[in-house]
Antibody
Framework: EVQLVESGGGLVQPGGSLRLSCAVS????????MHWVRQAPGEGLVWVSR????????TYADSVKGRFTTSRDNAKNTLYLQMNTLRAEDTAVYYC??????????WGQGSLVTVSS | DVVMTQSPLSLPVTLGQPASISCRSSQSLVHSNGNTYLSWFHQRPGQSPRRLIY???NRDSGVPDRFSGSGSGTDFTLKISRVEAEDVGVYYCMQSTHWPPYTFGQGTKLEIK
């Protein structure tokens, strides 16, 4: 069974940092591109980042470029999102998403990040 | 960036009746490889999104056949042949032809009348 389980969310002050993890199982992680997608409270879905199968290439939405870094450890079957210089507008549920040629065939349960003083 | 525009944004439907959601893109979603990367997702309240359709008209595994996707170029439609109670929630289209960024529509909230 394919599973994606995010962790690491929580409350952080503006300007602070947080690292999300997404532990996957049930498939060969290293053969899939992966994404992070976020959803602010009561709002729609917004793509954040994509990382290639081998981790050599990561792309970002303009809103997080230079502040967020996506990485992966294929030996540990884990995807990461390092979030720095967090702002109130980064408050959202962050989803880890698999890409089978089109993003989104599997989603994690989401991890809530709240940026507030 | 490709802008995805859905309509309607709110869709009250009677159980057993059909429903249709439109999604228009600001530029053609035909990729240079000939594929069109337009997907549809459904999100129930409090749940993660679930993909229903990929590449315009391909149903994901386990998706009931009352869901169908169609369209081409910049104009796409998700149809539900007979709405059931479990179909409530928000539907999103998303393009993955021209990235970054990948872009979603605003969402269409389906509710039962």
């Amino acid at each position: 069974e394919v599973q994606l389980v995010e962790s690491g969310g929580g409350l952080v002050q503006p300007g602070g940092s947080l690292r999300l993890s997404c532990a996957v199982s049930g498939f060969t992680f290293s053969t899939y591109n992966m994404h992070w997608v976020r959803q602010a409270p009561g709002e729609g879905l917004v793509w954040v980042s994509r990382i290639s199968r081998d981790g050599s290439s990561a792309t970002y939405a303009d809103s997080v470029k230079g502040r967020f870094t996506t990485s992966r450890d294929n030996a540990k079957n884990t995807l990461y999102l390092q979030m720095n210089t967090l702002r109130a507008e980064d408050t959202a549920v962050y989803y880890c998403v698999r890409d089978d040629g089109s993003p989104g065939d599997y989603w994690g349960q989401g991890s809530l990040v709240t940026v507030s003083s | 960036d490709v802008v995805m525009t859905q309509s309607p944004l709110s869709l009250p439907v009677t159980l057993g009746q059909p429903a249709s959601i439109s999604c228009r893109s600001s530029q053609s979603l035909v990729h240079s490889n000939g594929n069109t990367y337009l997907s549809w997702f459904h999100q129930r309240p409090g749940q993660s999104p679930r993909r229903l359709i990929y590449k315009v008209s391909n149903r994901d595994s386990g998706v009931p056949d009352r869901f169908s996707g169609s369209g081409s170029g910049t104009d796409f439609t998700l149809k539900i042949s007979r709405v059931e109670a479990e179909d409530v929630g928000v539907y999103y289209c998303m393009q993955s032809t021209h990235w970054p960024p990948y872009t979603f529509g605003q969402g269409t909230k389906l509710e039962i009348k």
